[in-house]
């Protein structure tokens, strides 16, 4: 499903549950995550064993590709069985699986545009599609046509769109599409699209320099959004692999595990860990989940990008609700000097006596005292934090991490008690992740 270029060499952390019982009357995957909130990844026919698939960390699982045929019949199913497998395996674990057509294909769309041009080979396809769905019990249909043209062509995507988004919604299954990131192309999807799909996943990559940076794909869905495309229905979609040469995520990180925390190596880009909690703390806000091309190229350990989407978004978090003392370098506690919560207020170690300038809370990514948020003055080494009004900006968002750490979301830096020292009245800083020390916080 990735976009352009990127499909050419390819054939075309979770905490203990909580004391208390919860009952989960929903799927698994649907009431993991936020209500509304889409974790959407691709299934390649031609890779994995999805017996291997997290389930429970995704919601939505697109199974690529079925090909047209310009009057408007399908190609045969790819690996018929592997979709069966993985519609059995997902329904088991409340996730909906759908049927992904079309894809790069080499840049050719010919019979995309033949078929939709014609109103009897419309209907063809329509029909051909609901007895796909219907055979293998899935949940709905990806559209993927790479790319309709802005004009006749656009009128014929739309026509195709509202015909078979009306067949599919009278039987109680979703239509979603793929769409490339922003563009004069990008116009070819109309906005009476917008109001017949359930949701777009917008394939934020290949762009960008570096490849599928923060600002360009946040840039990209805010594109969709400014056309008139509601955030509910705009998903972000994310890389699994690097350009210009595409490698995978999954062997970025066999190369060098360092490379799990980088977004460069060697001259590639891509996304790793702390970019990919980035988009999705953004995308929690401003869209309606988060898509990744594609699952197979994710590792399957700790390092996983998919588990960075759960622990961000779902309840995975590794920074659930709760409130409490945070001990760090010395047994020092994490402080608001002076107990004062004006903004710009130092945050420091300092002697823990329980007071109200020690209490802290985790409410999502955010950790605040005094009504405030830990804020982070800047990016760069040695930026200091500070108490201010909570924003939801990525310079008060933290991460923690398995070795104690707290990472900042906008930076991709770790709280760090500067020297290191121990001493009271300490200011605690940003600096780059070490796993140090200096660097290790326990709530408690």
Known sequence: MRSLRARLGTACLALAAAAATITITAPVAQAAYPPGFKSVGYQPSWSSNVSTIPYTKLTHINYAFVLPNANGTLQGIPEPGRLQQLVSLGHQNGVKVSLAVGGWNNGNDDNFE?????????????????????????????MDWEYPDPGAEGDNFTALMRQLGDA???????????????????????????????????????????????????????????????????????????????????????????????????????????TIRRKTTWALSNAGGIMNWELSQDTTT???????????????????????????????????????SANGTAVQLWTCNGT?????????????????????????????????????????????????????????????????????????????????ANQRWTFS
């Open 114 to 142: 033949i078929l939709a041009a014609n109103a009897n080979s419309r209907t063809t396809f329509v029909n051909a599609l609901i007895n796909v769905v219907n055979q293998y019990n899935l949940d709905g249909v990806d």
């Open 356 to 436: 109200n300038a020690q209490q802290w809370s985790r409410e999502g990514n955010s950790v605040r005292a005094l009504g405030k948020c830990l804020d982070a003055s800047g990016t760069a080494n040695g930026a200091v934090t500070q108490l201010w009004d909570c924003t939801g900006a990525g310079n008060q968002q933290w991460t923690a991490e398995s070795n104690g750490q707290l990472r900042n979301v906008g930076s991709g830096r770790c709280l760090d008690a500067t020297g290191p020292s121990s001493a009271d009245g300490t200011r605690l800083q940003l600096w780059d992740c070490a796993g140090s």
């Open 302 to 340: 700790s390092t996983s990008l998919l588990n960075a989407i759960w622990e961000t978004a779902g309840n995975g978090n590794p920074n659930p609700p709760a409130s409490g003392t945070i001990v760090g370098y010395g047994g020092k506690c994490v402080d608001v000097a002076g107990a004062n």
């Open 168 to 274: 599919l919604h009278s039987r109680g299954k979703l239509l979603t599409a793929a769409v490339v990131s922003e563009g004069p192309v990008a116009n070819g999807v109309q906005p009476a699209v917008f109001g017949i799909v359930d949701w777009l996943n917008i394939m934020a990559y290949d762009g960008g320099s570096p490849h599928a940076n923060y600002d360009w794909s946040i840039n990209s869905v805010n594109f969709w959004k400014g056309r008139g495309l509601p955030a509910s229905k705009a998903v972000l979609g994310v890389p699994f692999y690097s350009r210009p040469t595409y490698i995978s995520y999954r062997d970025l990180v066999a190369q060098d595990p360092a490379n799990a925390n980088r977004d460069c190596y060697n001259g590639n880009c891509y996304n790793g860990l702390p």
